[in-house]
C-alpha cells in the first residue's frame, strides 16, 4: 500500500508542477511599460515601449483587448531581420516594421495565437504592433514616415 501511496503523490506532484508551469506562462503580461506618444500621418499612437530582451518577448501576450489608438513599440539595440509571431497573443494586430529613419518598411496582418512567422523586407529597429487593420483603416502605407521614435 505505501508503494500505492508514493505513486498516487508522484502523480500528484507531477500534475501541479504542470499546472503551476501553464499558469507562471499564462500569467506572463507586460506592465509598468514606459510610455510615448507616436505619430503617422494625423493620427497620434500611445505606445509601450518594450526595448528589453524580456518586454520584447512577451510583448503584447495573454492580454485580451487594445485601446483604439494604443501599442506596443519594439525597439531593438540593433538593425536586424526580426521576425514576429503571435504565441499567446490573444488579439489579432498588425505590424509596421519601421527603419531607423521612421519609415515604414512593410506592414503585416498577424491572427491571434498563432506560430506564423511575420518579418521585415530589410532590417529594421523598430516594429509597432496596433489592432487588426489599425494601419489599413487609416490608409498609413509602407514609405510613411512614423514620427517620436527614440533614438539611442
Known amino acids: 500500500m505505501s508503494i500505492l501511496n508514493i505513486k498516487t503523490i508522484a502523480r500528484l506532484l507531477a500534475g501541479l508542477t504542470f499546472c503551476l508551469t501553464s499558469l507562471t506562462t499564462l500569467a506572463q503580461v507586460n506592465t509598468g511599460l514606459p510610455t510615448i506618444e507616436l505619430k503617422t500621418g494625423i493620427y497620434r499612437i500611445q505606445a509601450e515601449v518594450a526595448d528589453t530582451p524580456q518586454s520584447r518577448e512577451v510583448g503584447l501576450m495573454n492580454r485580451t483587448t487594445l485601446a483604439p489608438n494604443s501599442g506596443m513599440l519594439f ?78
Request: glycine share 6%; charged share 20%.
Open 75 to 152: 525597439v531593438f539595440e540593433q538593425k536586424a531581420g526580426n521576425c514576429f509571431w503571435m504565441k499567446n497573443t490573444k488579439i489579432p494586430l498588425s505590424i509596421a516594421f519601421i527603419a531607423d529613419d521612421g519609415k515604414i518598411v512593410n506592414i503585416d496582418e498577424m491572427q491571434a495565437d498563432t506560430t506564423t512567422n511575420h518579418c521585415p523586407v530589410a532590417p529594421i529597429r523598430y516594429a509597432l504592433e496596433m489592432n487588426k487593420q489599425w494601419f489599413s483603416e487609416r490608409v498609413i502605407v509602407p514609405g510613411m514616415v512614423v514620427s517620436g521614435l527614440p533614438r539611442n
